[in-house]
T-cell receptor
Framework: AAGVIQSPRHLIKEKRETATLKCYPI?????VYWYQQGPGQDPQFLIS???????DKGSIPDRFSAQQFSDYHSELNMSSLELGDSALYFC??????????????FGEGSRLTVL | AQSVAQPEDQVNVAEGNPLTVKCTYS??????LFWYVQYPNRGLQFLLK??????LVKGSYGFEAEFNKSQTSFHLKKPSALVSDSALYFC????????????FGTGTRLQVTL
């Protein structure tokens, strides 16, 4: 079965550079969530989109922005990168319909390292 | 606001013994409750969930969890632990409703030894 696809899986950037992470949800899923997991930390909610509109906002820095496109894929744009942005970034998708209501399906994550 | 508490940073258990990983939650409405497992440098792997119905939920790899509404708990259990169960376990809650976010606990590291 198709899963949530994230790219790139690994990314290395210098301080003050920009980075873009991409997320392709499971087909027919209309909601996308972004989470950030720092070393030894629990996943922290950043932002979510439902039907291409922002539905909720968590601890996302102002330097970050995200959007969901017409094909439901989402991109997380990070600018002026700081060392503390080094983390595993997870994308998840969900659908209110189908046989597994309420469940979020996670991708394998994109590991960002800022040097 | 919704929150999850996992009071134990680490749980140690011998292989073959039963294990319990504790979780309590707080949510204003009706909860969806989940357990995820994470192996080193890997993504979050779904174990089981409680949506409605039977309070005892059975999931992957022999794990189960019991929803207790009066104690607002959703403890993860397994009758007989395996060394391969050693990993980081996250409890999570979301409020019923479209596009509501999932809030994670701080995680409990399970260490199963021979």
């Amino acid at each position: 079965a198709a899963g949530v696809i994230q790219s790139p899986r690994h990314l290395i950037k210098e301080k003050r550079e920009t980075a873009t992470l991409k997320c392709y949800p499971i087909p027919r899923h209309d909601t996308v969530y972004w989470y950030q997991q720092g070393p030894g930390q629990d996943p922290q909610f950043l932002i979510s989109f439902y039907e291409k509109m922002q539905s909720d906002k968590g601890s996302i820095p102002d330097r970050f922005s995200a959007q969901q496109f017409s094909d439901y894929h989402s991109e997380l744009n990070m600018s002026s990168l700081e060392l503390g942005d080094s983390a595993l970034y997870f994308c998840a998708s969900s659908s209110p319909f189908g046989g597994r209501p309420g469940e979020l399906f996670f991708g394998e994550g994109s590991r960002l390292t800022v040097l | 606001a919704q929150s999850v508490a996992q009071p134990e940073d680490q749980v140690n258990v011998a292989e073959g013994n039963p294990l319990t990983v504790k979780c309590t939650y707080s949510v204003s409405g009706n909860p969806y409750l989940f357990w995820y497992v994470q192996y080193p440098n890997r993504g979050l792997q779904f174990l089981l969930k409680y949506i409605t119905g039977d309070n005892l939920v059975k999931g992957s790899y022999g794990f189960e969890a019991e929803f207790n509404k009066s104690q607002t708990s959703f403890h993860l259990k397994k009758p007989s632990a395996l060394v391969s169960d050693s990993a980081l376990y996250f409890c999570a809650v979301r409020e019923m409703g479209t596009a509501s976010k999932l809030t994670f606990g701080t995680g409990t590291r399970l260490q199963v030894t021979l």
